[in-house]
Structure formats: structure tokens, C-alpha cells
């Protein structure tokens, strides 16, 4: 829902005609220093600057394709560098969590941690890999439907570091939340890459 409000064409104009002065690799840059300037505010107990910065950071994410389209200047560059930095946004995302004191975790935090991370890593990879490898032609990322793409788990982050300030309980359960739709994701994207594999020659 996010994501449709976010590619109308009208909004999208706008966003590329009032944000061009700077570059859209330099937004995509921009975009990763906030993040580290996120989890650093994290790491020093101010969750809610780091939570809110993390959302500033998202929206400059959204910026630089904006850009590079209005401009004439999408490139396969830029895609790569916009894909490399939302994987160390994510990191530092997860990373933020550890800083967080939940109590009584069903796995040690620092297992649930490296499960979220990988699982969240993981979908895009496997998209990445299977049209690097031609098993699924996928270049724009709509061939393999997943449950989560980057805004849902995106969401679920930030909502976690909020809601720790009012609940950690509540809060881990969003980080349970998403490492469930995480292990599905990457379990349902196996599957997709096999089932649309059939599609094409191998």
C-alpha cells in the first residue's frame, strides 16, 4: 500500500522535478550516512532520534530513483549502488536492535538477531541470483512475487525501536513478527524461483 502511494506518477514527478539538485547516486549516499548517524543515536540510548532518522534516511532512499528517472538518468550503476547501500541500511537496522534491552527472549537475542538478518538478506539474493544465473529473467524484481518486500520489513523495524520506548514486550514481538515473515519470505521466493523457472529455458 506504501509502496503504490509512493509510485504515483503525479508524486513522482514532483519528487524528480524539486529534488534534482542534487544527483541520485548522491541521495542514495546521503541516504547511508543518515543510517550510520541512525544506529550511532541508537547505540548511544536515543531511540527515538534514531527511529526517526532511519525514516528520514528511507525517504531520501526513495528520492534517488525519483530523480533518475525525471532526469533521464536511471542507470545500472546507480541500481546497483541503491541495492548495496538499502543491504547496509537494513544491517544497521537490525544491528540497532541489539542495543535494545528485551527481557526473556524465546532464543538468545544474539541468535534471533542473526536469523533476522540473514532471512532479511537473503530474498533479494535469491531474486539477485536467480536472474544473474538466468534460472528466472528478473531485472526489475516483479517476476518472482514475495510476501515482503523492503518497505514491509522496513516498517516493522522502525515500529519495534518506537514501541520499545512504551513496551519492550510488544516490541519483540514485532521483532518475532518479522523474522516469521522473513523465514516466509525467503522460503516462498525458493519456491517462486522454481516454479517460474518453468517459464523459461534452462
Same mark, same amino acid.
Request: charged share 15%.
Given at each position: 500500500?506504501?509502496?503504490?502511494?509512493?509510485?504515483?506518477?503525479?508524486?513522482?514527478?514532483?519528487?524528480?522535478?524539486?529534488?534534482?539538485?542534487?544527483?541520485?547516486?548522491?541521495?542514495?549516499?546521503?541516504?547511508?550516512?543518515?543510517?550510520?548517524?541512525? #544506529? &550511532?543515536?541508537?547505540?548511544?540510548?536515543? %531511540? !527515538?532520534?534514531?527511529?526517526? $532518522?532511519?525514516? =528520514?534516511?528511507? *525517504?531520501?532512499?526513495?528520492?534517488?530513483?525519483?530523480?533518475?528517472?525525471?532526469?533521464?538518468?536511471?542507470?545500472?550503476?546507480?541500481?546497483?549502488?541503491?541495492?548495496?547501500?538499502?543491504?547496509?541500511?537494513?544491517?544497521?537496522?537490525?544491528?540497532?536492535? #541489539? &542495543?535494545?534491552?528485551?527481557?526473556?527472549? %524465546? !532464543?538468545?537475542?544474539?541468535? $534471533?538477531?542473526? =536469523?533476522?538478518? *540473514?532471512?532479511?538478506?537473503?530474498?533479494?539474493?535469491?531474486?539477485?541470483?536467480?536472474?544473474?544465473?538466468?534460472?528466472?529473467?528478473?531485472?526489475?524484481?516483479?517476476?518472482?512475487?514475495?510476501?515482503?518486500?523492503?518497505?514491509?520489513?522496513?516498517?516493522? #523495524?522502525?515500529?519495534?525501536?518506537?514501541?520499545?520506548?512504551?513496551?519492550?514486550?510488544?516490541?519483540?514481538?514485532?521483532?518475532?513478527?518479522?523474522?516469521?515473515?522473513?523465514?516466509?519470505?525467503?522460503?516462498?521466493?525458493?519456491?517462486?524461483?522454481?516454479?517460474?523457472?518453468?517459464?523459461?529455458?534452462?
Amino acid at each position: 500500500m506504501i509502496k503504490e502511494f509512493i509510485e504515483m506518477p503525479g508524486l513522482e514527478r514532483w519528487i524528480g522535478k524539486n529534488f534534482k539538485f542534487i544527483s541520485p547516486n548522491g541521495w542514495t549516499t546521503i541516504s547511508l550516512i543518515i543510517a550510520i548517524a541512525a #544506529f &550511532y543515536a541508537v547505540v548511544e540510548g536515543q %531511540i !527515538l532520534l534514531g527511529a526517526g $532518522l532511519f525514516i =528520514f534516511g528511507g *525517504f531520501l532512499d526513495v528520492i534517488d530513483g525519483k530523480v533518475a528517472r525525471f532526469m533521464g538518468k536511471s542507470s545500472k550503476l546507480g541500481a546497483f549502488w541503491d541495492g548495496t547501500v538499502d543491504r547496509f541500511v537494513d544491517m544497521l537496522m537490525i544491528l540497532s536492535l #541489539f &542495543y535494545l534491552e528485551f527481557t526473556d527472549p %524465546i !532464543l538468545p537475542m544474539e541468535l $534471533l538477531l542473526f =536469523f533476522l538478518l *540473514f532471512f532479511t538478506l537473503l530474498p533479494p539474493f535469491i531474486v539477485a541470483y536467480a536472474n544473474h544465473r538466468g534460472a528466472v529473467p528478473d531485472p526489475t524484481e516483479k517476476v518472482i512475487w514475495r510476501f515482503a518486500f523492503r518497505i514491509e520489513y522496513v516498517v516493522l #523495524f522502525i515500529a519495534a525501536l518506537i514501541v520499545y520506548l512504551m513496551s519492550p514486550l510488544i516490541s519483540l514481538y514485532l521483532v518475532y513478527a518479522s523474522l516469521i515473515l522473513m523465514v516466509a519470505t525467503t522460503v516462498q521466493s525458493i519456491i517462486m524461483v522454481f516454479i517460474k523457472s518453468k517459464d523459461y529455458t534452462q
